[in-house]
């Protein structure tokens, strides 16, 4: 994407942001709890991990494409189930490029819905089962399992602009990272933090080999910030000029199915598999923390903080209350 084109998006978000109230913490997020369904579907987060233990177990990459899916949710249009809605005009969320051509989990979803409407009939929202699967998805890559807060309802709404305009490309910089992330109320230690979801599953040649090995800023060159001897193995599995490639790539290399530290230990040697997670060292705060993580001998801080920033994540632009809809179906057509 261009640059001038990512400054002309950044500043239309910022305006809306500017007059706009924040849905999420101003209103919507005052309807989310812990334990929500306690009494209205006594169980249901035992079922969603029951069958994400299940799910997991059949295809091992399913726990990091369900994180990614809640990600993909929660930054447009707030976190809603509007990614999983259908368009029969190819318009939807889930249409976009090239952000989210590669996204899965769909099914998945789908999937722990039936499960849910056997037990409790249009009680459960998708928006509720997508940031419970992606926290099960994280403890059952040996990371920790913590609270969340439920009580959300789906959208009826999904746009492939709003997809387009509102995920932060893998080539941004700081700046725009921070900005991102800002116009959705979070801060740069939610920046920093939730980027270390890359600590486990992978990408595509496609999202990242021309800006780090091929093409750096459009000069024909590879990325100076990458690590010297990184770069050679990740050449040997992708391929210059080849702006389709779907060769999958670890993110986190040395432990791609670990929920752990190696992330901040990869970006802090150069070794980020995005420009996104290089720039995390253009900034003092940023750069700070990933040291620390780098150097530190548990995971215990990143954890809780993980679920600190999962928490300020999981209330951005929420339906609660009678906004919205509770689905039967996650993957409702909307034209």
């Not at 305009?165 to 939730?194: C, E, G, M, Q, R």
């Not at 021309?210 to 459009?218: F, M, P």
Request: hydrophobic content about 40%.
């Amino acid at each position: 994407m261009a640059l001038d084109v990512v400054l002309v998006r950044l500043l239309i978000i910022a305006a809306v942001a500017s007059v706009l109230p924040a849905r999420g913490r101003a209103d919507g997020a005052a309807g989310l709890a812990i334990g929500f369904y306690n009494e209205k579907c006594p169980g249901a987060e035992d079922l969603v991990l029951e069958e994400m233990r299940d799910i997991v177990h059949e295809d091992r990459t399913l726990g990091p494409a369900l994180l990614r899916l809640l990600f993909h949710d929660c930054f447009v249009r707030g976190c809603d189930a509007s990614i999983m809605l259908k368009s029969r005009s190819k318009k939807g969320e889930r249409d976009a490029k090239p952000m989210s051509y590669s996204l899965r989990g769909f099914d998945e979803v789908e999937r722990i819905k039936a499960k849910l409407e056997e037990a409790c009939p249009l009680t459960v929202s998708c928006a509720d089962i997508i940031i419970m699967a992606a926290r099960d998805a994280v403890y059952l890559n040996n990371g920790p399992r913590f609270p969340v807060e439920t009580g959300r309802r789906d959208g009826k709404v999904s746009n492939c602009v709003d997809a387009e305009n509102d995920l932060a490309p893998p080539n941004a910089n700081i700046v725009d990272l921070k900005t991102y992330f800002s116009v959705k109320n979070l801060s740069w230690k939610d920046l920093v933090v939730l980027s270390g979801s890359h600590t486990i599953g992978s990408s595509q040649c496609a999202a990242f080999a021309g800006d780090r090995l091929y093409n750096h800023s459009g000069k024909g060159m590879q990325d100076p910030t990458l690590n010297k001897t990184y770069a050679p193995d990740l050449r040997m599995m992708c391929e210059a000029g080849n702006e389709t490639d779907t060769t999958p790539v670890s993110m986190d290399p040395g432990s791609p199915h670990e929920f752990d530290l190696s992330y901040y230990r990869d970006v802090y040697s150069n070794k980020g598999l995005f420009v996104s997670d290089q720039a995390l060292l253009d900034d003092k705060l940023t750069h700070d923390y990933v040291a620390r993580m780098a150097a530190a001998p548990s995971p215990d801080e990143f954890f809780d903080d993980y679920a600190a920033a999962m928490i300020n994540m999981g209330r951005m632009e929420v339906l609660t209350g009678h906004n919205g809809e509770i689905r039967k179906i996650c993957g409702a057509y909307v034209d």
